[in-house]
């Protein structure tokens, strides 16, 4: 299926993300825990000395050299050269009836590790990471024994080293594979949840719709980017357009945004009943507009509202009859909603008596903007429109209008605009953050548009 949202993830951020990765991936290895190594060895003159080597503590490990490269129809590929380790720990010999231990200090130098990762994704959408290859070598260990027979050891020092290097290429070579295989806890990728709330109304699928595409400039991830009703996931009963995001990659990373995120929103919000609107006396007398009282109410005689309803308040509840639906263009976005008014009277005892039933339709303009990791936006209102469906001989359309202008511009406009505010989660990993982003609307196929475009701090 067509994706609704995707992810464009080109060299400049990887290399921007290898900073950070490094730095998590050294402070893994530095938790590596290495076996203790035993053995015999024969010397001559000597005859045969048995060894134990105990208590290894890895100190340091540092990853001078990185880089994480795209291979194209495949995935990743990370590559570690002229790694450096330090270790110490404990020695204990046995030469006949001799005995003793000591301590030694062990560096290892130009530890190289290359592991090539094939992204894809699973039955649920998650995304998934498996090893393609992965090699590991490491071409110099450095042994230093301290003690009364630190000599002793060091007439087989090569021995005591091709094991450390065999025990340590094995440990680098799990680490690795671990931190990149499916179920991995500690892979950022996989952390990465397929669905977030946007409030207590709604949320989003963020579910992988095929496996991401590795070009030599960017790889691509394709989103469902539908969101939902948390109460009733009602399925939409429309489906997405193609979304085309332009062949860009100057950026770190770029976000392609369809008509068909915003509509299934609408859609979700609409299905919950989020999108029904009352307006009261005070609201309007907040806003500096007329009283909504029956006997200043703008339909005159023959309805005669003030002798059926003396002075009883009134109130409107504002309703979407279907999910207004928007279209992006290239001047930006825009929709036409058509909204029901039906107008009250309230009785002294909280009960309602329905008056009439209006329509009111309006050009919508909408921006939108990237803050703190999620996509805000905001609406401006055009010329109000209205129309009775019952009422046109008596109603006073001049000064209903006056009414809903103030109810639209004073009342309605900032609420929408306040949760639009709010916005709508990024599919980012934890603890990144989006720095100087440039919004985009482009044209695309079936009337959907792609925006913005962004890169990490």
Not at 84 to 108: C, P, Q, Y
Not at 118 to 140: E, Q
Not at 163 to 172: A, D, Q, R
Not at 264 to 285: P, Q
Request: glycine share 8%; proline share 7%; with cysteine.
């Amino acid at each position: 299926t067509n994706p609704g949202f995707v992810v464009r993830i080109t060299q400049a951020g990887l290399d921007y993300a290898k900073q950070h990765g490094v730095a998590i991936l050294e402070k893994e290895l530095a938790q590596l825990k290495l076996q203790d190594i035993s053995g015999e060895s024969r010397i001559p003159v000597l005859g045969k000395v048995r060894y134990e080597i105990s208590g290894l503590n890895l100190r340091d490990f540092q990853l001078p050299h990185s880089q994480i490269s795209l291979v194209p129809n495949e995935g990743l590929q990370v590559s570690i050269s002229n790694a450096f380790a330090e270790l110490d720990g404990n020695w204990r010999v046995k030469l006949r009836i001799l005995r003793h231990h000591g301590s030694f200090n062990l560096n290892v130098e130009h530890i190289y590790i290359k592991t090539t990762l094939k992204l894809g994704r699973d039955d649920s959408g998650k995304p998934t990471v498996d090893i393609s290859a992965c090699s590991t070598s490491i071409s110099n260990v450095r042994v230093h024994f301290s003690g009364k027979l630190s000599w002793l050891y060091n007439l087989f020092r090569k021995t005591i080293a091709s094991k450390f290097k065999e025990n340590l290429e094995g440990k680098v070579r799990e680490r690795s594979s671990r931190e990149a295989a499916p179920g991995s806890h500690s892979s950022s990728a996989l952390c990465l949840a397929v669905t977030a709330n946007i409030d207590a109304v709604a949320g989003i699928d963020y579910s992988l719709t095929a496996a991401p595409v590795a070009t030599a400039q960017f790889l691509n991830v394709d989103l469902k980017g539908e969101c939902f009703s948390l109460a009733q996931h009602t399925p939409v009963p429309f489906t997405p357009p193609a979304l085309a995001v332009p062949p860009e990659h100057n950026r770190m990373v770029y976000f392609g945004v369809s008509s068909y995120f915003f509509n299934t929103a609408s859609f979700a919000y609409h299905t919950a009943g989020a999108l029904i609107f009352e307006i009261t006396d005070a609201m309007v007398r907040r806003g500096g507009g007329e009283i909504l009282c029956c006997s200043s109410s703008p339909l005159p005689a023959p309805l005669q509202l003030d002798e059926m309803y003396p002075n009883m308040p009134m109130k409107f509840s504002l309703s979407a009859p279907s999910a207004p639906f928007l279209n992006i263009g290239t001047n930006g976005v825009s929709l036409q909603p058509v909204v029901d008014i039906q107008a009250y009277a309230i009785y002294p005892n909280g009960n309602l008596a329905p008056l009439f039933l209006l329509g009111l339709v309006s050009n919508v303009s909408a921006t939108a903007d990237v803050q703190s990791g999620r996509m805000v936006g905001s609406l401006a209102v055009g010329r109000l429109k209205l129309f009775s469906f019952s009422l046109s001989p008596y109603l006073q359309v001049k000064m209903m209008q006056s009414i809903m202008n103030v109810v639209a511009s004073s009342i309605l406009l900032p609420r929408l605009n306040e949760r639009l505010g709010k916005g709508f989660p990024l599919p980012l990993p934890a603890q990144v953050q989006l720095s100087d982003p440039i919004v985009q609307f482009h044209e695309v196929s079936g009337g959907s548009g792609a925006g913005p475009a962004t890169h990490p701090r």
